[in-house]
T-cell receptor
Framework: DVKVTQSSRYLVKRTGEKVFLECVQD?????MFWYRQDPGLGLRLIYF???????EKGDIPEGYSVSREKKERFSLILESASTNQTSMYLC?????????????????FGEGSWLTVV | AQTVTQSQPEMSVQEAETVTLSCTYD???????LFWYKQPPSRQMILVIR??????QNATENRFSVNFQKAAKSFSLKISDSQLGDTAMYFC??????????FGTGTSLTVIP
């Protein structure tokens, strides 16, 4: 089974703190994603990466950065946390759709990280 | 740009009944993938069913089936014999060849005993 593991399920941070959310996948997937999920807004893409050291901005990149130094690991960084970043963060991974049936032509999600900024 | 629309924010169904969740999408792509994901209260998002656009036959997974209307850009999910464990948020998603995924805003389904 594909495993996408997010290191922290629940975090409480103070305004202004630097926050790291870590994600590891074990499927040798090229793509990795960070989404933010808020009620009524669905999943909004923050950043994605299609290769080591490569990143692309999603729909809501402001206030976030990412790092992908190894293929299996994708980190989301909040340089200076603010209360409006209180949310659930979902990491996901996938192969390139349409190219690798044995890696699953779909996107796989971690369990999510609940971040509260006070 | 691709958009995915789920027009039913909330739905409910009696246990053992059938329910259909709607999804429409907009794209100019000719080949793509469509998905339904389930997110129960535990929050782990899991794949329910997948449809490849070039396949005319509707996908089926046990009690879950889709009605894929490519010309109408419609992709509805039918859940038969609803069970309490089907209570969850359901997301419709569109995937372009490569690495682009687009999600709807979700439909919250409650199965009533």
């Amino acid at each position: 089974d594909v495993k996408v593991t997010q290191s922290s399920r629940y975090l409480v941070k103070r305004t202004g703190e630097k926050v790291f959310l870590e994600c590891v996948q074990d499927m040798d997937h090229e793509n990795m994603f960070w989404y933010r999920q808020d009620p009524g807004l669905g999943l909004r893409l923050i950043y994605f990466s299609y290769d080591v050291k490569m990143k692309e901005k999603g729909d809501i990149p402001e206030g976030y950065s990412v790092s992908r130094e190894k293929k299996e690991r994708f980190s989301l960084i909040l340089e200076s946390a603010s209360t409006n970043q209180t949310s659930m963060y979902l990491c996901a991974s996938s192969s390139f759709l349409g190219t690798s049936e044995n890696k699953g032509n779909t996107i796989y999600f971690g369990e999510g990280s609940w971040l509260t900024v006070v | 740009a691709q958009t995915v629309t789920q027009s039913q924010p909330e739905m409910s169904v009696q246990e053992a009944e059938t329910v259909t969740l709607s999804c429409t999408y907009d794209t100019s792509e000719s080949n793509y993938y469509l998905f339904w994901y389930k997110q129960p209260p535990s929050r782990q998002m899991i794949l329910v069913i997948r449809q490849e656009a070039y396949k005319q036959q509707n996908a089926t997974e046990n009690r879950f089936s889709v009605n894929f209307q490519k010309a109408a850009k419609s992709f509805s999910l039918k859940i038969s014999d609803s069970q309490l464990g089907d209570t969850a948020m359901y997301f419709c998603a569109f995937g372009k060849t490569g690495n682009q995924f687009y999600f709807g805003t979700g439909t919250s389904l409650t199965v009533i005993p």
